[in-house]
């Protein structure tokens, strides 16, 4: 639960110096820098997004997160060897998994898992929850997944809220969760919810579990807020856990009746993208949804899910 | 066995009790293990259980059970570890003075490092004063009150004293001094101070727990436990020669021990030496009427005399009783008139047979406010355990008969759904045991909420706003919208959702009132009427 790990100057300039060498190294080999010359030539990477979806009975959750992630290259493409990564789940209420409150441990697991293998350092489950820590750890399974994988389980005390400058449309400085900002890697993992107030709770929505202060105020500019959030955290990727889904009395719901079963699993480096395609799941289309034309219109991401390299996995 | 071995195996049971006094204390908290193996396809929610006896030093007291007996009529769970003290009472005197009482224990450290007095003058504060009466008036206005139905015991009682002491001033003030530095030196753009921040903070959180903790009126609690200690420079062990009245009781029980104090007056050379060291002013010397009902069992006396003038013996044959306690007819009338006085003025404000205060909501599961006057021992147990910090000590919420009883303000924190361990802690059942079901799907009510329009965002016209619905945990919610037109301060229409109460489904738990963005006073708030344990202080029909 501590991060003490964090990367200091000496070990960053030890880094760098490291990378350099080895630049000026290669420079008589002759070959990865040219690679990377030509890289940098080319027009931005397309951007992918996965739809992964588990239609056998009894199909293993954590088998389709790892088989979403290797449609899009594998977890190796996302996260190099020694990184730190912090993963932002949505574990704010203390609600039962089955209650599609919270993100679904399996897929959680699943995910740290792949981190390990693909040679991180260390995993950070990193949550600023709504209802007691303690309570949310315990009962929204992440504890378990914890001692199961040997990730870090980060307490949100106060003491890791520092103010940054976010520099959004609306927000100008507001305390940020650190370890988010401290990793290598940060991968967004939110449920797909229902939501009083932005009528979806998606992806870049989770985003407000990773401030603390005042964050009940921001419902009364809620989309820009969002937006502004997701600009300053802008995640590796985004893997949208659609397995449960709330479709109504979000985002806390309460009840099974509140709960949809979907089986699907979205990842995606866009984040407009990700959460333009979960609105399909509500029988929504992305126009609906304030933060999505929002995100769109300050160049977070597109909705036109035609320009992305898509994917589909079916188990 | 010898003298000295006796003091050592007193002050070993002194280390090892007091220990287990704070070891219990700083368990009474949400068990720390988030790492619980919770299956995903469990239907109910689980009980919370705390894998500790927390209860145990009440359970282990006779007024804790003497009172909660005579003015509850109930028999507290444990209360045969308080019964086998009586006992062991009879025969031994108060040795649960000397050896077992963790205040005690404190104020004998603290009586014992740099004593204030010296000589001469030591002697003289350890000599009997009729000061020491005034133990017996207490008890004796204690149980009468009791008796009469109201139980203030708590108030006095050492093992409830310290406790709450403890509990709520002494640790919360501590981790916030230490909560503090930890903030300003994670805020420092030195690398060092940020990992000793750090590392500090989470070893102190494995005693004191993260954050900051407040208690309404803590800061007298805190006073008067200083004030008790400083006691100690007056006269060593003031608190339990002169005010203790679970002191007094086991006094009175001493009256036939059959632990005795033998002097032998050939040997005494009026050398004084075992009154300067007496802890409970019980005349030790020969030549005086040892009194055993003062007498803390300390053995002091019987390893400071160079004479052996002075032993201990276990004395089974001899029929006679010991002196009895110097009671005073005084201090035992003004003991049953203020016994008398104290639970008939405390109803004089109502609060039990006319109307309740909308601000006294007591944690889930408490008793009816008569039954919960006669048990509640205003030890904290059940606000040190809280994890939300929502549970604090009444200042006049609860009236004059009510000071320091629990209940709950919810801008400072909130009843979390699924926990139980207020009722789970509680030692005299004031706070009855419960499950999470009967929390979630009734009977249990803490209360009801209203909102205020005033000041309510969407409602003033002030913007869009959620939050109480969002964050209200029942299923379906109590909290619910209409969407209507309001006119902004612009003067222009706009289209927000309004938010309504369903008082049948609040069950009061106050998280809407915590998370409102209107600080201060809240646009939501929360108020005892609608309480399941009250028939009278209800809305509905």
């Known amino acids: 639960m501590d991060i003490n790990n964090r990367i200091s100057r000496r070990e960053s300039l030890q880094k760098l110096l490291t990378i350099s060498g080895t630049a000026a190294l290669s420079a008589f080999s002759g070959w990865p820098l040219i690679r990377l010359g030509s890289v940098r030539a080319e027009p931005a990477p397309r951007r992918f997004i996965v739809e992964a979806l588990g239609q056998t009975a009894g199909y293993s959750v954590k088998e389709l997160t790892r088989e979403t992630f290797n449609a899009a290259g594998g977890m190796t493409r996302f996260v190099s060897k020694g990184d730190v990564v912090a993963i932002k789940p949505n574990i704010s209420w203390a609600r039962r998994p089955d209650l599609a409150a919270t993100t679904n441990p399996l897929v959680l697991e699943g995910v740290i898992e792949l981190c390990y293998e693909a040679g991180a350092k260390k995993v950070r489950i990193v949550d600023n929850t709504i209802n007691d820590a303690r309570r949310c750890f315990a009962i929204t399974g992440a504890g378990m997944v914890a001692k199961n994988t040997n990730a870090d389980l980060v307490f949100p005390r106060s003491s890791l809220m520092k103010q940054m400058k976010i520099n959004g449309h609306r927000l100008d400085v507001w305390p940020v969760f650190v370890p988010l900002v401290e990793a290598d890697k940060l991968i967004n993992l939110p449920v797909a919810k229902h939501h009083g107030l932005t009528t979806l709770t998606l992806g870049i929505k989770n985003w407000i579990g990773g401030v603390g202060g005042r964050r009940h105020a921001l419902h009364q500019d809620i989309h820009q807020s969002i937006v502004d959030l997701a600009q300053f955290f802008k995640p590796t990727v985004t893997l949208i856990d659609a397995i449960r889904i709330m479709i109504k009395h979000g985002p806390s719901g309460g009840s099974p009746s509140d709960v949809a079963v979907k089986n699907t699993l979205i990842l995606s480096d866009d984040p407009v993208a990700a959460d333009a395609l979960a609105t399909g799941l509500f029988g929504y289309s992305p126009e609906d949804i304030g933060f999505i034309r929002l995100g769109k219109k300050w160049g977070l991401g597109t909705d036109d899910l035609q320009q992305l390299h898509r994917k589909k996995v079916v188990m | ?541």
């Open chain 2, 1 to 541: 066995m010898k003298a000295q071995h006796l003091v050592w195996i007193r002050r070993i049971s002194q280390g090892f009790f007091l220990l287990l006094f704070l070891f219990l204390l700083i368990e009474s908290r949400l068990p720390q293990d988030a790492f619980v193996d919770y299956s995903l396809v469990f239907s109910s929610e689980q009980d919370l259980k705390i894998n500790y006896p927390v209860r145990f030093f009440f359970q282990l007291d006779p007024l804790v059970w003497l009172s909660s007996l005579v003015s509850g009529h109930q028999l507290i769970k444990g209360f045969w570890w308080a019964l086998g003290l009586l006992i062991m009472t009879l025969f031994l005197g108060r040795i649960f003075c000397g050896f077992i009482c963790p205040l005690g224990t404190i104020h004998h450290v603290v009586g014992w490092f740099k004593p204030a007095l010296k000589g001469e003058h030591m002697v003289r504060a350890n000599e009997k004063t009729p000061s020491q009466r005034v133990k017996y008036f207490l008890l004796i206005t204690v149980l009468v009150g009791a008796v009469i139905g109201l139980n203030v015991a708590g108030l006095m009682d050492p093992i409830s004293l310290l406790f709450r002491s403890l509990a709520l001033a002494v640790f919360p003030a501590v981790a916030g001094g230490l909560q503090e530095l930890f903030e300003v030196m994670a805020k420092s753009d030195l690398k060092v101070l940020n990992l000793l921040s750090h590392g500090g903070e989470v070893v102190a959180a494995t005693l004191f727990g993260f954050g900051f903790k407040a208690y309404q009126t803590a800061w007298f609690i805190g006073l008067i436990f200083l004030a008790t200690l400083f006691l100690n420079r007056i006269r060593p062990r003031f608190w339990c020669r002169v005010l203790c009245p679970l002191g007094a009781l086991l006094g009175l029980c001493s009256r036939f021990s059959i632990l005795r104090l033998e002097k032998d007056q050939e040997r005494c050379t009026n050398c004084r030496l075992c009154t300067k060291t007496c802890q409970g002013a019980a005349s030790p010397m020969p030549g005086q009427d040892w009194e055993s009902a003062e007498c803390l069992v300390c053995f002091n006396c019987f390893s400071s005399c160079p004479e052996h003038a002075l032993s201990f013996h276990l004395s089974w044959s001899s029929p006679r009783l010991n002196k009895g306690p110097d009671m005073g007819r005084r201090a035992v009338l003004a003991g049953l008139l203020a016994g008398i006085s104290l639970p008939l003025l405390g109803r004089l404000d109502g609060r039990v047979h006319k109307v309740a205060d909308p601000r006294l909501i007591r944690p889930p599961g408490s008793l009816p406010e008569k039954d919960f006057l006669t048990l509640c021992q205003r030890c904290g147990q059940c606000m040190k355990v809280c994890p939300t910090n929502v549970i604090n000590p009444t200042l006049t919420e609860a009236g004059m008969a009510g000071f320091w009883t629990p209940h709950l303000i919810m801008t400072q924190g909130y009843c979390e759904y699924t926990c139980t361990l207020c009722g789970n802690v509680c030692p005299t059942g004031a706070i009855r045991e419960f499950s999470v079901k009967e929390k979630i799907e009734g009977p249990i009510k803490i209360g009801s909420v209203y909102i205020d329009r005033g000041r309510c965002l969407p409602w003033s016209g002030n913007g869009p706003c959620i939050v109480c619905e969002e964050h209200c945990p029942t299923s379906p919610k109590a909290i619910y919208f209409h969407k209507e037109m309001v006119i902004g301060p612009d003067g222009k229409r706009q289209l927000v959702q309004l938010p309504y109460v369903d008082l049948k489904t609040c069950v009061g738990c106050g998280i809407c009132e915590y998370k409102c963005p209107v600080k201060g006073l809240p646009a939501i708030r929360t108020i005892s009427a609608g309480e399941s344990r009250s028939l009278e202080n209800q809305i509905l029909l």
